[in-house]
């Protein structure tokens, strides 16, 4: 029973999310053929713009829902040696192109190979980073931070002029959901970029958190991508000769 109202308000959902780019394109469309010989260049150039972009819009969400079928249905994921700071360039070098005002500022930390599936780490980071272009409604440029913590390397994504308030942030990774504001209302999403971002890494044996303040006035996504084995088992080694030397080192000065 409760699989099947899932199931109906996924289907609602998506039909609601489908319909609004659909009518657009209709209703533009029609416009410009039904107003052809009257309707200016700018007009005719600003019209077919929407268009465009409600396409792309209804595009990016067919392949979410894709990827989202793809998820539940045990995506086949293959792990290999990946380095975090090329694939965190080939992302920002994409979005450029589409968020030409926005301004990125990244940190690269000294860190270690990952184990991941490259082309599934790479939309995640996509997904994230594109995720705080949209919602980010300060001038402030969007920070990403590269650094090892542990058995983890963790890329940080931070954007000013926005937070999710405290009630919201464990529902932001559910499907189609939305946090209630006015900047999610200006921008357009399917609400399932999130969902597929946490499935997928979780599916590589990493994790997403998220830190927000209000008074701060920011959003922090925090992505963890567990280390290459062999780069883990060299750094417990290095780790534990540097803790053997400094208790050697406390010992000889006790005795002195």
């Not at 699989?3 to 780019?21: A, G, M, V």
């Not at 989202?68 to 994921?77: F, L």
């Not at 946090?179 to 209302?185: E, G, I, M, R, V």
């Amino acid at each position: 029973m409760e699989n099947e109202k899932i199931k109906n308000e996924f289907i609602s959902t998506l039909s609601h999310e489908i319909r609004t780019p659909l009518t657009s394109i209709k209703g533009f469309s029609k416009t410009i053929l039904d107003n052809w010989d009257v309707l200016d260049n700018d007009s005719k150039k600003k019209f077919i713009n929407i268009i465009l972009e409600q396409s792309e819009r209804l595009i990016n969400l067919v392949e979410n829902v894709l990827d989202v079928a793809k998820i539940d249905s045990q995506t086949e994921i293959i792990l290999k040696e990946v380095n975090i700071c090329s694939l965190v360039d080939n992302v920002l070098d994409i979005l450029k192109v589409n968020y030409k005002e926005k301004e990125f500022k990244i940190k690269k930390g000294k860190i270690l190979n990952s184990m991941a599936d490259k082309d599934k780490l790479e939309q995640i980071f996509l997904n994230i980073v594109e995720n705080a272009c949209k919602y980010s409604a300060s001038k402030e440029p969007i920070e990403i931070n590269i650094e090892n913590k542990n058995d983890y390397n963790v890329v940080s994504v931070k954007n000013f002029g926005s937070y999710i308030e405290d009630d919201e942030i464990k529902h932001v990774f559910e499907k189609f959901y939305r946090a209630d504001n006015y900047l999610t209302s200006k921008a357009q999403g399917s609400g399932l970029g999130l969902y597929i971002a946490k499935n997928l890494i979780e599916k590589m044996n990493g994790r997403i958190e998220i830190n927000s303040s209000k008074k701060e006035n920011y959003t922090e996504f925090l992505i963890y991508i567990p280390l290459l084995e062999p780069e883990k088992f060299t750094k417990k080694i290095i780790q534990s000769v540097n803790s053997s030397k400094a208790l050697d080192f406390q010992t000889k000065e006790d005795a002195e």
